[in-house]
């Protein structure tokens, strides 16, 4: 009885011979394919690689360093506690003038006031607006592009998404400013012109290429058989997509989603520019918001180094650091849940 591992009669004469267009070291005898061994420039590109990726974990590292260095007078200094402390930024307070406590955001007036809600609000309400718009534009985009486009339409219309992903920012939020803003107003009748509608469905046009981009190459990652099989069971090709491709795709969907809500969170100059940047505590989209990411850039050109106002725009900085690293981790444990339940079919 043969060996598993035993070549076959006919072909031991073939396997038996050295090869002659490989370097002697290089040749095996009998069985198995000659194995190569590695070019000089292989052990530097692979350390070049490794070193790289490091770096970037560096980076993120550094990064948060710095932010709670240049935040820790917050709790450190005596002299940033007497202007401002937790409290007063987390909780309303009774301040001069004021017949009742509230929690209010103006950091110059003759006593300064760090209150934070108006800006968690604003940078919420934003967010919420934009994901309400650019999350189902965005799968419906991809859905459409993967089964129902076909030649050119799809040849003009994935390029073009995607194609939004490098309009620079301040130039979608001059559009919002110039034109966006009126149009909305004129046909709503909105009393602020600048509000959160008009910086949420302007920062929709940022994230829908994200959306898009990871939805749609999550949806083409549904192997052809489910499709096929779907098919030949008689479904509909709606029902397929709702009950197999949608299911089996909803870990990238969810991974864009999230991806998606950290670029508008931390989103800058579209919010700065279309948002009216009135630091109002209020769920209404229709009144002006002010939004963290705004106010840092806003105010930290002027600010004095090293006094309060300086410290607290870095501590919001850190909060938004925070913010969308647990968002990520959050993310992440959503699509190893949808990866599970999908396995578990």
């Not at 000659?34 to 692979?46: D, G, K, N, S």
């Not at 749609?216 to 008689?234: D, F, K, M, N």
């Not at 004095?304 to 981790?329: E, P, Q, R």
């Amino acid at each position: 009885m043969p060996t598993p591992n035993a070549i076959p009669l006919p072909l031991q004469h073939i396997a038996s011979r050295p090869r002659r267009d490989l370097p002697e070291e290089t040749q095996q005898p009998i069985r198995g394919l000659p194995i190569r061994r590695p070019p000089q420039w292989h052990a530097p590109l692979e350390w070049l690689v490794r070193a790289l990726a490091m770096l970037a974990v560096l980076a993120i590292v550094l990064i948060f360093a710095f932010l709670v260095k240049s935040a820790l007078p917050m709790w450190t200094s005596g002299e940033v506690r007497k202007e401002v402390t937790q409290a007063q930024m987390w909780f309303a307070t009774l301040w001069p003038g004021y017949d009742t406590p509230q929690n209010v955001w103006q950091p110059v007036s003759e006593v300064p006031k760090f209150g934070l809600w108006p800006l968690v609000t604003g940078t919420l309400k934003s967010t919420l607006v934009s994901m309400a718009i650019a999350g189902p534009m965005g799968v419906a985009a991809a859905i459409f592009v993967a089964f129902y486009a076909r030649g050119r339409t799809r040849e003009i219309l994935k390029p073009t998404l995607e194609l939004l992903a490098g309009i620079p920012s301040v130039v979608l939020g001059f559009f919002a400013l110039v034109s966006l803003a009126t149009w909305l107003q004129d046909t709503f009748g909105f009393d602020s012109r600048l509000n959160a509608l008009v910086s949420g469905v302007a920062l929709s046009l940022a994230i829908v290429p994200v959306v898009f981009t990871i939805s749609e190459e999550a949806i083409r990652a549904v192997p052809a058989t489910y499709v096929e099989a779907s098919t030949a069971l008689g479904a509909a090709k709606w029902q397929t997509i709702l009950k197999v491709v949608l299911p089996t795709a909803a870990p990238g969907i969810a991974s864009a989603i999230a991806l998606g809500f950290g670029r508008a969170v931390g989103e800058t100059m579209v919010v700065l520019m279309a948002s009216g940047n009135a630091a109002i505590t209020s769920w209404n989209p229709a009144d002006s918001v002010r939004t963290l990411s705004a106010t840092i850039a806003s105010e930290l050109g002027e600010v004095v180094f090293g006094s309060a106002h300086y410290a607290v725009l870095f501590y919001l900085g850190l909060l938004l650091f925070v913010f969308t690293s647990l968002l990520n981790l959050l993310g992440g444990r959503v699509i190893d849940a949808q990866k599970a339940k999908v396995k578990s079919r």
